[in-house]
């Protein structure tokens, strides 16, 4: 085999893997994988990103997406500890404002990973950055009754674009551009694969929870009025998607008629047949996103990195372990930055991929499924 075909039967054995863990234990695979995994992948991947100038036409543009980090970072540790606005109920008008800031520059962070990506004139390039900010806080802006647009597109924008399109749906546009760029019939049978892993979650062994979630595994997943944790993401989804008092219907030993919301929502999450499925696919997802950049390093070369700085990863991965393994919640607090910025840093390579599988597509079309080396000889 090549070294390429290699690869990616290492990557299709690593997504069977992850799918086989996400069935028996989906909470505490994420949580491990998310603990010790992540943290290396965001130290790694921030690396390699500054090194190809994050994949954007001006040698300073990251720092836009940088400053867009802090904000949301400052705005997050605001509201978790009551800092102001969020330190009296005479600001409230004040802290309903912030509340719409987080969102609002996750929009305006994508808007403007797109315009990084293909605008290197910098007039054009402000211009574009101001009605990206005009567009991101019209789209959140709150009326008079003092809501806000609470559409779908701007939910998945929200709820979905930091998580799960990031380590699944970004990733596979990832795989799909270097397989075609290749030529590698390898690289999109384990696109095949990556469909179908997820399929295989939530049809197989539907009504079968093979290990109950552990005490452990809820006190660091959190609950609904966890400070810090994940439910949220997976209460969102089961509030937004399925009916939730139907639900919870066909959860054995819970009586809805003396059962608090939070008993009900944590009875929804951790047992319901829904809760599990879902929580299945993003233990996949994010396990295998942190083991697809791993098992690639010889391709990507991310550890190609000056010495000093190698050892600084290594020895902040450590530290961030140690945190989540003393709190997992402070590990949390503790790498809130860090996991963010990884995330705004990488959406100028997202657009990237997503139109250099355009191009490739159509070359493609146009001369073949042939290696370009072939295509150069020709």
Not at 20 to 33: G, I, Q, R
Not at 80 to 107: C, M, Q, V
Not at 345 to 367: A, D, H, M, R
């Amino acid at each position: 085999m090549t070294k390429d075909t290699k690869i990616n039967v290492l990557n299709i054995g690593l997504m069977l893997f992850s799918c086989a863990a996400a069935f028996v234990m989906p909470f505490e695979v994420f949580l491990f994988a998310y603990a010790i995994l992540g943290p290396l992948h965001y130290l790694t991947e921030i690396s390699w990103l500054h090194d190809r100038n994050y994949f954007s036409k001006g040698k300073y543009d990251y720092i836009v997406l940088l400053v867009i980090g802090v904000l949301i970072t400052l705005q997050y540790f605001a509201s978790r500890f009551h800092f102001w606005p969020y330190d009296s109920n005479d600001n409230e008008e004040i802290a309903k404002k912030f509340d719409n800031l987080g969102d609002t520059l996750i929009l305006l962070a994508l808007l403007g990973g797109f315009i990084m990506a293909f605008v290197k004139s910098m007039p054009v390039k402000i211009i574009s950055l101001f009605l990206a900010f005009l567009i991101a806080n019209q789209a959140f802006a709150i009326d008079e009754n003092g809501e806000r647009n609470n559409s779908m597109f701007l939910y998945i924008i929200t709820a979905f674009v930091p998580t799960l399109i990031h380590v699944y749906v970004f990733t596979g546009f990832f795989m799909l551009f270097g397989a075609l760029k290749s030529r590698s019939r390898s690289g999109l049978w384990s696109i095949v694969v990556f469909i179908l892993c997820p399929i295989l979650l939530i049809t197989l062994f539907r009504d079968t929870n093979f290990i109950s979630v552990t005490s452990y595994g809820v006190k660091a997943y959190g609950g609904p009025n966890s400070p810090d944790g994940f439910f949220n993401l997976n209460q969102s989804i089961l509030g937004r998607f399925f009916n939730p008092s139907h639900l919870v219907k066909h959860i054995p030993g819970v009586d809805i008629s003396k059962a608090d919301d939070n008993t009900l929502w944590n009875a929804l999450v951790y047992r319901s047949q829904t809760g599990i499925l879902i929580m299945r696919f993003i233990a996949f997802a994010y396990t295998y996103h942190y083991l697809n950049w791993f098992s690639k390093t010889e391709v990507i070369r991310w550890h190609k990195i000056p010495k000093a700085r190698f050892i600084a990863v290594i020895v902040l991965w450590i530290i961030s372990i140690t945190i989540y393994t003393i709190d997992y919640s402070k590990g949390l607090l503790w790498l809130f930055f860090l996991s963010f910025c990884h995330v705004l840093l990488e959406f100028p390579l997202n657009f990237t991929s997503i139109v250099g599988i355009g191009k490739e597509t159509g070359n493609i079309l146009k001369n073949g499924f042939k290696p370009k080396v072939a295509l150069a000889r020709k």
